[in-house]
């Protein structure tokens, strides 16, 4: 039913705009349904019992296959691909090759100048000991892999743009929590009742699709003979308020970089060349930190993709995939607490404090800037 292609690297570590130490990386383990698996997606403009930028996975029915269940959504009848059960198999494939690799090379892993097993600890992570390597000028103890099951969703009509895959849901990313941020009391009944599938979820990974687009806005600026500083602009607000490699257990408040990739990409989105040269880069940082308070006093940031309608108009090409990427917006602040995000708004402001980088942030967004 599933066969494991490649993997690929994702996150800061793989498009370069990591700060300080670089001993984490994120891979998807990528998978491709089986050619004679007849597949179906349904998504929420098929069914508002479908989270937007998640899916449901139909497949042919494989017998006794472990990783699907039949069932029926609204009218459709189907197998459908379970996220946990893949994730479970996907551990299991991981699991046996790293002992393979121990039993059947042992001399040749012997003589490396490093360790590698499965963390005993972390769920999906390849742990390196690499303390042998620091007298070498390594200067780093240890390096995790973290693999991130992931199916290929292939649709002809896509034409060039890249292969959309999806990803089981993370568990701070729960359908209960998401549910909080629909005002509809009809689709909330609806969510309730299809409870029992909401474990067939899968969230849409749109990572190398927002890449493309970024580097798309790239090039038009080039055209316009101006250098954008967005990703130093990034890397900056990545340093002052992201956890990095710290592998400390108190949450300070410190923002996931996917929260700061993706304010520094709708404020991207929507400007001129000219405001991302190097000389108007403090300017940025001002307006990232007022989008970031905003975002967290409203506990609400869009995921940059998914149904945003002002990334049509400069990307065409994305309404190809309207079916897919539209319907809601999917909130990636949904799980934020109100004293989460007091912490976070403090960490902000004794963050820039610390660092005297307060003293260029402006009362209020430039004028110039969408907010």
């Known amino acids: 039913l599933l066969k494991f292609t490649r993997f690929e690297g994702t996150g800061s570590a793989a498009n370069g705009t990591v700060v300080g130490t670089v ?48 069932t029926c959504i609204q009218g ?51 742990s390196f000991d690499t303390r042998m390597l620091q007298e070498l000028g390594l200067d780093v103890g240890e390096i995790t892999v973290k693999f991130i099951p992931a199916v290929s969703i292939h649709v002809p009509q896509f034409g060039i743009l890249p292969p959309l895959c999806v990803v089981p849901i993370r568990k701070n990313d729960t359908i209960s929590n ?52 967005h990703r130093e602009c990034l890397m900056i607000l990545q340093a002052l308020f992201s956890k990095g490699s710290g592998s400390n257990l108190l949450n300070k408040g410190e923002i996931d970089e996917s929260i700061l990739d993706t304010i520094v990409c709708f404020l991207f989105q929507e400007s001129s060349p000219s405001s991302w040269a190097l000389d108007n880069i403090s300017d940025r940082i001002s307006d990232c930190v007022h989008f970031l308070k905003s975002a967290y006093q409203n506990a609400w940031l869009p995921k940059y993709v998914i149904h945003n309608p002002h990334l049509v108009l400069k990307v065409p ?5 309207f079916s897919l990427l539209s319907g809601r917006q999917h909130n990636m602040l949904a799980h934020v607490t109100n004293d989460t995000a007091m ?20 009362p209020e967004f430039s004028s110039h800037m969408w907010e």
């Not at 090409?317 to 995939?321: A, D, G, K, R, V």
């Open 23 to 70: 001993d984490r990386f994120d891979v998807l383990l990528m998978l491709n349904i089986s050619g004679c698996s007849e597949i179906s997606v349904l998504h929420n403009n098929f069914s508002e019992d479908v989270l937007p930028g998640h899916v449901i996975i139909g497949v042919k029915d494989c017998g006794n296959s472990k990783c699907s269940r039949k």
């Open 76 to 126: 459709l009848s189907s197998s459908y691909l379970i996220p946990h059960q893949v994730e479970d198999l996907v551990e299991d494939l991981v699991k046996k090759a790293v002992l393979k690799l121990h039993r059947d090379h042992k001399n040749k892993t012997a003589r490396l100048p490093f360790k590698f097993q499965m963390s005993p600890s972390q769920k999906f992570v390849l």
């Open 178 to 229: 998401q549910e909080s941020t629909y005002a509809s009391n009809n689709f909330l009944s609806r969510i309730v009742r299809s409870q029992n599938n909401s474990d067939l979820m899968w969230e849409i990974c749109t990572e190398k699709l927002k890449t493309i687009i970024i580097q798309s806005i790239e090039n038009k600026f080039l055209l316009s003979g101006i250098r954008s500083y």
């Open 317 to 321: 090409n994305l309404e190809i995939m």
């Open 343 to 362: 912490k976070v708004i403090q960490y902000i402001d004794q963050r820039l404090q610390e660092t005297g980088l307060i003293r260029y942030v402006k």
